[in-house]
Every structure is written in C-alpha cells, then in structure tokens.
C-alpha cells in the first residue's frame, strides 16, 4: 500500500461546530505532516510528528488540535473556526531518516479535505 | 528561515516544446530539493528530487539540476504534452522534516 488516505473528502462547519479530520497511511513511515494549502498557493506547513511525538508546530493557533494515537493515523481537531479557516488540509507522510535532526525524505501526499467554514 | 522564490508563476508553451521553471533558495544549510505537481483539485504528486551531493538528476522526459553556489535549482520538461498541464512547487529543506514549498508555476501545454 503505496497510498496516503484521508477523510472526509469534504467538510463544511459552522464557527461553533467541533469536528476531526483523519488521515491514515500503511507505509510504515514514522513521520507524518499537515499542511494547509489555500487557492493558487503552495501548501503551509502546520504540524509535525516524528515517532508519534509532536516535533513541530509552526505557531498554528490552538483552534487546531493535532493527535497521533499510532504510527499509522493521524487526526486533526477542529474547534471554533473562523471562515478564513477555509481551505484544503493536506496531509503527508515520509521516511525518518534519522530519528534526531536528520535529512527529511520524500513526503507522499494524501488527496486532502476540502473544508469550509460557514 | 528559509525563503524559496519560484519563476515563472506561468508559463506557456505549445505540445512538444521544452519547459524550464527555477527555483531559488536561501539557506545555504539546504540539501534536499523535491518537485511536485498538482493538477485541479488533487493532491501534489513527487515528480523528481535531488539532494546536495548530486547536480544533476534525470527522469525519462523530466530533469533537475541543481546549483549550489548560485543556490538555485531548475525543472526541465522535454517533449511536453497536454497532459503536464498543472501547477509545479519547488521545495527545499534543511532536515527535520521541514520544507518550505515555492509559489508554484502554473504550466499550460497547448496541443
């Protein structure tokens, strides 16, 4: 299984709701990512776990909750949204290396949740 | 951190044409260098990478070359078709699993 899944394929919520995104891989990669990618630019890097601990948090706002309950998932919590929130979360996964500061390997992308805000 | 400009952000050409885009990158720390496509409303795909120790990487129609002293690194699409039509991100990285994506070149190939 070469693939990186995700679900829901679409998500919309209101600024009150609380709803989780899922992503799961069987590649045994032991680091896992999420981005955000808004319309017509590059995908932002949010969060990252290495051996199922949290090694980066690029200041995203507590509003997003990551967790990693094993090596294979990956959930995102979403709580009080706001409609600039809107976006397609990607995530990925990939190889560590080296399990300290080591060279990043290939990162393989998931098809991402499309999530509105309303 | 690191800062990674990309050139074009279009770029069109006709079938059978060459394609170049470049990148340039600021942290001189940086070793690893991916290219992505995404086509409309699908998740970027690896098309080709390259790390520091190589200059030079080939793929059947697809190339990177990389320049570390200048710090820039270019894809090259020989014999386009209609079918590379997409959006393309450069990326860099210095390790920790981090890449900083460039702003993306979209690519037209007209039959």
């Known amino acids: 299984d070469t693939e990186v899944t995700q679900t829901p394929k679409h998500l919309v919520m209101g600024m009150t709701n609380k709803k989780s995104l899922k992503c799961e891989q069987h590649?045994?990669?032991?680091?896992m990512y999420w981005y955000k990618q808004k319309a017509k630019k590059p995908p932002e890097l949010m969060f990252v776990?290495?051996?199922?601990?949290?090694?980066i948090n690029e200041s995203v706002p507590s509003r997003f909750s990551p967790e990693c309950p094993n090596s294979s998932l990956l959930n995102l919590h979403l709580h009080a949204l706001q409609p600039e929130d809107s976006a397609l979360y990607l995530c990925?996964?990939?190889?560590?290396?080296?399990?300290?500061?080591?060279?990043?390997?290939?990162?393989?992308f998931g098809p991402g949740t499309r999530l509105t805000v309303l | 951190g690191e800062n990674v400009e990309q050139h074009p952000s279009t770029l069109s050409v006709q079938e059978g044409d060459s394609a170049v885009i470049k990148c340039t990158y600021s942290?001189?720390?940086?070793?690893?260098f991916p290219w992505y496509k995404q086509e409309l409303g699908k998740r970027p795909q690896l098309i080709i990478d390259?790390?520091?120790?190589?200059g030079e990487k080939k793929d059947q129609r697809i190339a990177v070359t990389l320049n570390k002293t200048a710090k820039h690194f270019s894809l090259h699409i020989t014999e386009t078709q209609p079918e590379d039509s997409a959006v393309y991100f450069c990326?860099?990285?210095?390790?920790?699993?981090?890449?900083?994506f460039g702003t993306g070149t979209r690519l037209l190939v007209s039959p």
């Open positions: 590649m045994g990669h032991r680091a």
């Open positions: 990326a860099a990285s210095r390790g920790f699993q981090k890449l900083v």
């Open positions: 942290d001189s720390a940086s070793n690893y």
């Open positions: 776990y290495s051996y199922e601990k949290l090694s």
């Open positions: 990925a996964s990939s190889q560590v290396l080296r399990r300290t500061g080591g060279p990043t390997d290939t990162q393989y």
């Open positions: 390259i790390r520091s120790n190589v």
